[in-house]
T-cell receptor, first 112, second 116 residues
Framework: DTGVSQDPRHKITKRGQNVTFRCDPI?????LYWYRQTLGQGPEFLTY????????KSRLLSDRFSAERPKGSFSTLEIQRTEQGDSAMYLC??????????FGQGTRLTVV | AQKVTQAQTEISVVEKEDVTLDCVYE???????LFWYKQPPSGELVFLIR??????QNEISGRYSWNFQKSTSSFNFTITASQVVDSAVYFC?????????????FGTGTRLKVLA
């Protein structure tokens, strides 16, 4: 297993367009997290899955954001009607119970 | 409220100097975990260490060492004999057990520049 992988690595989109990011966690990990990181800040928690169930969503996750993890494997994060304020690095992480999280390299979103 | 404070925004040192990165946390939980991650320019967060709240024993791993003190709610990270490859942003993070999700609360990071 090569770790957590995210696709795409970079995405430039026009304001108002929809974008979707994919995360493939480490295969034996049942927990999956999405974080958002803006320049000069630490990552901020967005949402958490345990297997296929989305158990927690941050207030940062507006109605334009939706995340899924069908079958408890890969996950997608969709942003509808993107805004310039959505420009950030979106990080995915996975873990087993009571272990540290392993992060992917992130998807850098630029909304122009 | 849960909070992680990394007061040092940026530190510059000359190669071979020792450097300590500070981390202060706030939590109401009695069971929690503390972490340090390294973020090189490539962007990926690289796990360095995890500590649980019941284990205050300091740890050394090569040139890295960590000092966990519950009395001052601090979890400081020292790099001995720094190298240029240590240049990165370092994040301290807190994870609590009562939330059930073990989500991380990160500090704002400390950018370390090691000059040759």
């Amino acid at each position: 297993d090569t770790g957590v992988s995210q696709d795409p690595r970079h995405k430039i989109t026009k304001r108002g367009q929809n974008v979707t990011f994919r995360c493939d966690p480490i295969s034996e990990h049942n927990r999956l997290y999405w974080y958002r990181q803006t320049l000069g800040q630490g990552p901020e928690f967005l949402t958490y899955f345990q297997n296929e169930a989305q158990l927690e969503k941050s207030r940062l996750l507006s109605d334009r954001f939706s995340a899924e993890r069908p079958k408890g494997s890969f996950s997608t994060l969709e942003i509808q009607r993107t805004e310039q304020g959505d420009s950030a690095m979106y990080l995915c992480a996975s873990s087993s119970k009571n272990t540290e999280a392993f992060f992917g390299q992130g998807t850098r979103l630029t909304v122009v | 409220a849960q909070k992680v404070t990394q007061a040092q925004t940026e530190i510059s040192v000359v190669e071979k100097e020792d450097v300590t990165l500070d981390c202060v946390y706030e939590t109401r939980d009695t069971t929690y975990y503390l972490f340090w991650y390294k973020q090189p320019p490539s962007g990926e967060l690289v796990f360095l260490i995890r500590r649980n709240s019941f284990d205050e024993q300091n740890e050394i791993s090569g040139r890295y060492s960590w000092n966990f003190q519950k009395s001052t709610s601090s979890f400081n990270f020292t790099i001995t004999a720094s190298q240029v490859v240590d240049s990165a942003v370092y994040f301290c993070a807190l994870s609590e057990s009562t939330s059930g999700t073990y989500k991380y609360i990160f500090g704002t990071g400390t950018r370390l520049k090691v000059l040759a």
